[in-house]
């Protein structure tokens, strides 16, 4: 019973290429990916209670270095630009991580949010050698499908999408459910009791960091294969922003929260801009305010609430 | 061989000295209360055992081997345990999951990362176990900020009993309990077996000498006195400082 709301969505994800034009299977590919990051950031907002904002940076540097490796020095080769973007990123992180968790809280969140500046910083430079790689502010393009010996077209990358982020959803489900996963939801909850059972907090909170990086990683490779761009604007503080947006509308330390977030947020940003496209930030503000008001803690958790008060009908009446 | 060991544990905050040469060893099996008025260091004795706080001076022996710069969580692998003056739990995780943290604390599952938590059967039947002992088992699966205080109370013992730990340092327990509860926790603490010795601290005298085989009075930093709960009951130093506090 529990289990219908998401068989049934996966069954119209599924179908969608079938009935749906273009730009919706388009669209939909990247509500997916977006959603793999947002989730990739709630298991540090939401379930470890680490405030990250600089989380689009792993994005950006999984995205850029697959471009860059392609499109600059011609290494075509899926199974090596995809292992080299997420061995970036994992440094990355490993630094990174060294830096920010020495601080938790409010000083954690604008350490991060320096970090993400400084990736965006080094995106954004256009001058000399870094510049010509980079492509500074103009960002980087004309990176193809990824090549598994046939081509793929929009509707089966769109497939290909499903299939990894269903694959990402289900180890991060298992994770966030696992000794492993509940630890750090301990870590949210009470680091002094943690550390009082026997536990190495901060070990804990690194792994997270590095599992989030991993995951928002894989979401950079999926981005830059869809939308074959990438520009700094996608990797800075403001798209960490909509991020937490997302987290914040769909419900932290949820997982599905993530995706709920992700289709409000980017099928709102769809439908408002190609009717009113100056009037955008108006709507999505004013049903930011609303989301707020109406779904206190996310949608995710009142449609959870929902579904099993259904469900119990059905039990009592049945 | 001692349990533990303390050597001139000194510890001071900005000017005030909260720890003075505070000596004292305690052996396997004991039941040991620290008593003293508020402010006298006993908390903050608890935290510098159990590594929450570093010592200025002095050295602290587990099972003869030296801790004093041995971070938290690895003492509780040589078989320390705590519970919190205030309870100290994780309010919005259930209750089961609260203590299956608490029992793979010293287990390397912990750093399972696939397979569910309740699939570790083991560990399963020990929190049953333990939950029934303090009477919580039908409400496992309810978050513990929706517990009552005293129940809390109680899970916050039941987490520190959990990794069997041969060393279990109470800070307070019946802090806040009616008198009814608090009898209840000093069975649950005379009901321990004797395998893992107890080191707590208390306000609530009746309590202080119906479990402890010895107490220890603490007074502004300083072990004043020890001895059997006659010998304290009867030192007129300790009713001087108690009296003299309490009024």
């Known amino acids: ?318 | 061989m001692a349990l533990l060991k303390v050597d001139g544990l000194g510890k001071r905050y900005g000017g005030l000295e909260v720890l003075c040469d505070v000596s004292f060893r305690l052996e396997s099996g004991e039941r040991v209360a620290l008593i003293g008025p508020n402010g006298a260091g006993k908390t903050t004795l608890l935290n510098v055992l159990t590594g929450f706080t570093a010592p200025e001076s002095g050295r602290i022996f587990l099972l003869d081997q030296d801790v004093t710069k041995m971070p938290s969580h690895r003492r509780v692998a040589l078989g320390l345990a705590r519970s919190f003056q205030l309870n100290t739990l994780f309010p919005r995780l259930n209750l089961l999951i609260n203590v299956l943290l608490a029992i793979q604390g010293i287990q390397t599952i912990r750093y399972h990362w696939f397979r569910p938590i309740r699939a570790y059967t083991g560990n399963l039947d020990r929190a049953q176990e333990l939950l029934q002992l303090v009477g919580l088992w039908k409400q496992r699966n309810s978050p513990v900020a929706a517990l009552g205080y005293g129940q809390q109370r109680l899970v916050e013992i039941i987490l520190a009993l959990a990794s069997r730990p041969k060393l279990l340092l109470l800070d307070e327990p019946s802090a806040g309990l009616t008198g009814e509860e608090s009898d209840h926790l000093g069975d649950m603490v005379r009901n321990i077996t004797k395998e893992t010795t107890v080191l707590f601290s208390a306000h609530d005298l009746d309590l202080v000498y119906s479990l402890a085989d010895r107490v220890m009075v603490l007074y502004y930093g300083k072990i004043l006195t020890q001895g059997t709960p006659e010998e304290i009951q009867n030192d007129p130093k300790v009713g001087e400082i108690y009296v003299g506090s309490e009024e």
Request: glycine share 12%; net charge positive.
């Open chain 1, 1 to 318: 019973m529990r289990l219908i709301p998401f068989i049934v969505i996966v069954l119209f994800l599924l179908i969608l290429p079938s009935f749906a034009g273009l730009a919706l299977v388009s669209l939909a590919t990247k509500i997916l990916i977006y959603g793999l990051l947002v989730m990739s950031l709630d298991l540090l907002v939401g379930y470890t209670g680490l405030w990250a904002f600089g989380h689009a940076a792993f994005f950006g540097i999984g995205a850029y270095t697959t471009a860059i490796l392609m499109v600059r020095f011609d290494v075509t080769s899926y199974w090596i630009t995809a292992p080299a973007s997420l061995l970036l990123v994992l440094f990355a992180a490993s630094l990174f991580g060294l830096i920010a968790l020495r601080v938790s809280k409010v000083y954690f969140l604008l350490i991060t949010l320096a970090m993400g500046q400084l990736v965006y910083g080094i995106a954004r430079t256009s001058l000399g050698k870094l510049g010509a790689i980079t492509g500074g502010s103009d960002g980087i393009g004309g990176v193809p499908y990824p090549d598994f010996g046939f081509y793929f077209s929009p509707n089966s990358y769109y497939y290909f999408t499903l299939a990894v982020v269903i694959l990402c959803v289900f180890v991060m489900y298992r994770i966030v459910h696992s000794p492993l996963g509940y630890s750090l939801q301990g870590s949210r909850e009470s680091e002094i009791r943690l550390r009082a059972l026997g536990y190495n907090t901060w070990l804990y909170r690194y792994l997270a960091f590095l599992i989030a990086a991993l995951f928002a990683g894989v979401a950079g490779l999926l981005y830059i294969y869809f939308n074959g761009y990438i520009s700094p604007d996608a990797i800075g503080v403001e798209a960490t922003g909509f991020l937490w947006l997302m987290i914040i509308i769909g419900g932290s330390g949820t997982l599905w929260g993530a995706f709920i977030g992700s289709t409000v947020v980017l099928a709102l940003q769809y439908f408002a801009s190609t009717v009113i496209p100056e009037r955008w930030p108006l709507i999505f503000g004013g049903c930011f305010v609303i989301a707020v008001i109406i779904f206190r803690e996310g949608i995710f958790p009142k449609l959870r609430s929902f579904w099993s008060k259904v469900i119990n009908y059905g039990v009592v009446k049945g």
